[in-house]
């Protein structure tokens, strides 16, 4: 089992006082992207977030989930990863194991080697648990045992690393939401029921850091939503709601150097994007702001100027 298939297999929640949240906990919307989520799910199309690093993109399914308690899953999108990938996987590898030591004349079921991806657990939890005496487990059951079970959001996150044909491949599963399992036959077709008056909801959220141009089919099939680089007030937002609810206080001393290291952070945009270089994100703001609480810095510290040179707060050559 590769390392990626480990992180899909095992979802670790990253600690509560992470810049990266996926918990949803500490993020801070507005009437722009609440809107744009109402369109996706009124339209039944994906939801294309745009934009730099460290805007926010990968945190608002989950944000999005916890609030309306629905079911999360994602994928992380990998130079290899196939559109399959998010449909199911077939272990190949396994099967020809166990045919080789049952020999010929043992029959072998190849639901056995089937994995739901997260399509399919967003689709149909119960034909992706399996049957009664194979059970699979869901792959986010921690976060999602006392969720909506016909409600779920789906994050595939940075298809722009993907090879190319690879949103094209989404194209017919996401439009129909059906698709047929090729091993086995098995035709998974998204489940609609009403729950207590409440109509079942899917909602799949795609993001991108404009590292490849994606497909224009594929663009035609989603609602598509920029999300700008944070101004400094949205900024110092963001920082109390994190900090609120991950240490539990946000004090006026905090707010302060929040404004003053949004203030530092923006003059430092300016400056990257004159230079051609990758500026800092959201989530490096907020590792300054940890670090200048724990260890007593203020911008009129000394020590300010050599936190920024450690990579905080300072302008990065772009990655290849």
């Not at 609120?244 to 929040?258: E, H, I, Q």
């Not at 003059?267 to 590792?287: I, M, N, Q, V, Y």
């Amino acid at each position: 089992m590769t390392g990626d298939d480990l992180a899909q297999a095992d979802p670790v929640t990253p600690p509560r006082d992470a810049p990266d949240r996926r918990d949803g906990l500490g993020y801070v919307s507005h009437k722009r992207i609440e809107l744009a989520v109402d369109v996706a799910l009124a339209t039944g199309r994906p939801l294309l977030l745009r934009g730099e690093p460290g805007s926010g993109k990968s945190s608002l399914a989950a944000h999005i989930a916890l609030t309306k308690g629905w079911r999360y899953y994602e994928q992380v999108v990998t130079s290899r990863t196939q559109g399959r990938d998010l449909l199911w996987t077939y272990d190949h590898v396994r099967r020809l194991s166990d045919a080789q030591v049952r020999g010929r004349g043992s029959a072998l079921r190849d639901e056995r080697y089937v994995t739901p991806g997260p399509l399919w657990w967003a689709f149909d939890p119960g034909s992706a648990a399996g049957r009664a005496g194979e059970p699979r487990v869901d792959p986010w059951h921690e976060v999602n045992k006392d969720r909506k079970r016909h409600c779920a959001v789906v994050l595939i996150d940075e298809i722009d690393k993907a090879d190319p044909d690879m949103p094209n491949s989404l194209l017919v599963p996401l439009g129909s939401n059906r698709f047929r399992v090729q091993e086995t036959g098995e035709e998974v077709t998204r489940q609609t029921p009403v729950l207590d008056g409440e109509p079942a909801a899917h909602l799949v959220i795609i993001t991108t850091n404009e590292e490849r141009e994606l497909p224009q089919a594929f663009l035609r099939r989603c609602v598509v939503l920029w999300l700008e680089e944070p101004q400094k007030g949205r900024l110092v937002e963001i920082a109390q709601a994190h900090f609120t609810t991950s240490v539990g206080v946000f004090t006026a001393a905090d707010r302060k150097l929040a404004a003053e290291l949004a203030d530092a952070l923006l003059s430092t945009r300016r400056e990257a994007k004159e230079k051609g270089l990758r500026p800092p994100s959201t989530a490096e703001f907020l590792d300054a702001l940890r670090a200048c609480k724990e260890l007593r810095i203020n911008t009129d510290d000394g020590r300010w100027s050599q936190l920024k040179d450690l990579a905080l707060l300072k302008p990065q050559q772009p990655e290849s």
